[in-house]
């Protein structure tokens, strides 16, 4: 007998491609598969994202659609109105950090929160609410299955107070939300019945109280069932996907080490290129490729959607990793389609944790120490590689077992 019909998973910006659409629509499809009565509820906040996330909309599936819902909130707080003018005019995001600093210290959560009062008339009252996405919509989860006495999971793909800085924070940013939102934190870790997290290093940042309630659901690849057919490439393709933060171009070792190839084998940007997909919002990367003079052979292109994405995995011959600044403990979900597509993957400078490990655990690519020369002979080694296999035609195999698809039904496990 199930102990849960009713499931309802919260989170907000759905209409945005991104990590955390793309998971709980995951979610979504397998509770449905597996009969539960369930609604995926996105809050639309009338704010704007941190402009680091190169925003693209996200098509639903059309036979998700009927169980996809927005939420627009009715009830915002003060604060939560001075972000919607300062975007209206266009209030550099420097002056915007104050606000949600304010918004932080005066109502000890982020600014992705909604008043209990949004839940009143809803008709659907679900047993379990499963969670995640930022402290805001956490605590609004909390306070609806409070109101409806519901289970409450809580679903981490990254931290809160408890673990590394996340990107683009700094320390004492960080520190000051450990100041104003522990004790939150620990309200809702207490209150829920289960929680959810990507991989064993976020799971060893809570406190022991916590630590049998985590369950492990990865990141898994937006892919599944992809066919690759054979065809001839004529061009070397060095291949990042996603968000590119400043922390990653710290070290610039693979840079240099990518000029000294293309000059030691006197390339033409019609033999190889470097796409940086998803990272037109990050304004140092232009700087960085024009100082190793490698303009030509270099494409940064916006964020793609599935289907736009798939044509440069499926080109690609080598992906690339850039370690996160001094972070060990980020797996991000990058990885599970680098792995997915089975293409060598390169870290030139070891981020001495998750993606290493993950790098390692597959042998799946190299792990380099940010020696030029050892970059360097990687690059050599898989271009020639790139060349005898451009005249057998080989195609990669998928790894299905690393889909969202497959992944997710860890998810009924734990509702069972």
């Known amino acids: 007998m199930r102990i849960f019909k009713k499931i309802a998973i919260l989170t907000y910006d759905l209409h945005i491609q991104q990590t955390s659409t793309h998971r709980y629509l995951s979610f979504l499809e397998t509770l449905i598969e597996a009969g539960y009565e369930v609604e995926l509820?996105?809050?639309?906040?009338?704010?704007?994202p941190n402009p680091i996330n190169n925003v693209k909309k996200e098509e639903i599936i059309?036979?998700?659609?009927?169980?996809?819902?927005?939420?627009?909130?009715?009830?915002?707080?003060?604060?939560?109105?001075?972000?919607?003018?300062?975007?209206?005019?266009?209030?550099?995001?420097?002056?915007?950090?104050?606000?949600?600093?304010?918004?932080?210290?005066?109502?000890?959560?982020?600014?992705?929160?909604?008043?209990?009062?949004?839940?009143?008339?809803?008709?659907?009252?679900?047993?379990?609410?499963?969670?995640?996405?930022?402290?805001?919509?956490?605590?609004?989860?909390?306070?609806?299955a409070k109101k409806t006495n519901a289970k409450l999971?809580?679903?981490?793909?990254?931290?809160?107070?408890?673990?590394?800085?996340?990107?683009?924070?700094?320390?004492?940013?960080?520190y000051f939300k450990k100041i104003f939102t522990r004790n939150?934190?620990?309200?809702y870790l207490k209150f829920a019945e289960k929680v959810i997290t990507?991989?064993?290093?976020?799971?060893?940042?809570?406190?022991?109280?916590?630590?049998?309630?985590?369950?492990?659901?990865?990141?898994?690849?937006?892919?599944?069932?992809?066919?690759?057919?054979?065809?001839?490439?004529?061009?070397?393709?060095?291949?990042?996907?996603?968000?590119?933060?400043?922390?990653?171009?710290?070290?610039?070792?693979?840079f240099f080490a990518l000029k000294q190839f293309v000059n030691k084998n006197n390339l033409s940007?019609?033999?190889?290129?470097?796409?940086?997909?998803?990272?037109?919002?990050?304004?140092?990367?232009?700087?960085?490729?024009?100082?190793?003079?490698?303009?030509d052979f270099t494409e940064i292109a916006a964020r793609k959607g599935t289907s736009e994405l798939l044509y440069y995995l499926l080109e690609a011959s080598l992906f690339l990793h850039l370690r996160y600044g001094k972070r060990s403990g980020i797996i991000t979900s990058k990885q599970a389609d680098y792995l997915y597509f089975n293409k060598p993957i390169l870290l030139p400078n070891s981020d001495h944790g998750d993606i290493a490990d993950s790098i390692n655990s597959y042998k799946a690519g190299y792990v380099c120490n940010g020696r030029i020369e050892v970059i360097e002979e990687v690059l050599d080694r898989e271009y020639?590689?790139?060349?005898?296999?451009?005249?057998?035609?080989?195609?990669?195999?998928?790894?299905?077992?690393?889909?969202?698809?497959v992944i997710s039904k860890k998810l009924l496990d734990m509702i069972s």
Do not use: M
């Open 62 to 144: 059309e036979h998700l659609r009927p169980y996809v819902k927005t939420l627009k909130p009715s009830y915002l707080n003060f604060i939560q109105k001075l972000l919607i003018y300062a975007d209206a005019h266009h209030f550099p995001y420097q002056i915007k950090k104050i606000l949600l600093a304010a918004h932080i210290i005066f109502y000890r959560v982020d600014q992705w929160t909604i008043s209990r009062r949004e839940f009143e008339n809803r008709s659907f009252k679900p047993d379990l609410i499963i969670s995640g996405g930022s402290g805001g919509i956490i605590k609004s989860a909390f306070s609806w």
């Open 269 to 295: 940007a019609q033999k190889i290129k470097l796409c940086f997909v998803g990272s037109t919002q990050n304004q140092k990367l232009g700087s960085v490729i024009e100082k190793h003079g490698l303009t």
């Open 384 to 405: 020639h590689r790139f060349l005898d296999d451009q005249k057998l035609l080989k195609a990669s195999t998928p790894r299905e077992e690393l889909s969202r698809k």
């Open 184 to 187: 939150q934190e620990k309200r």
């Open 153 to 174: 999971f809580l679903d981490y793909r990254d931290p809160w107070t408890y673990g590394y800085n996340l990107l683009e924070t700094s320390q004492k940013i960080s």
């Open 41 to 48: 509820i996105g809050v639309d906040f009338p704010f704007l």
């Open 198 to 254: 990507v991989s064993e290093t976020l799971k060893s940042f809570f406190p022991s109280p916590y630590k049998e309630k985590i369950n492990i659901i990865e990141n898994g690849s937006n892919f599944s069932e992809v066919k690759e057919t054979k065809k001839e490439r004529s061009v070397f393709s060095i291949v990042y996907i996603g968000t590119l933060y400043n922390d990653q171009l710290i070290d610039e070792s693979f």
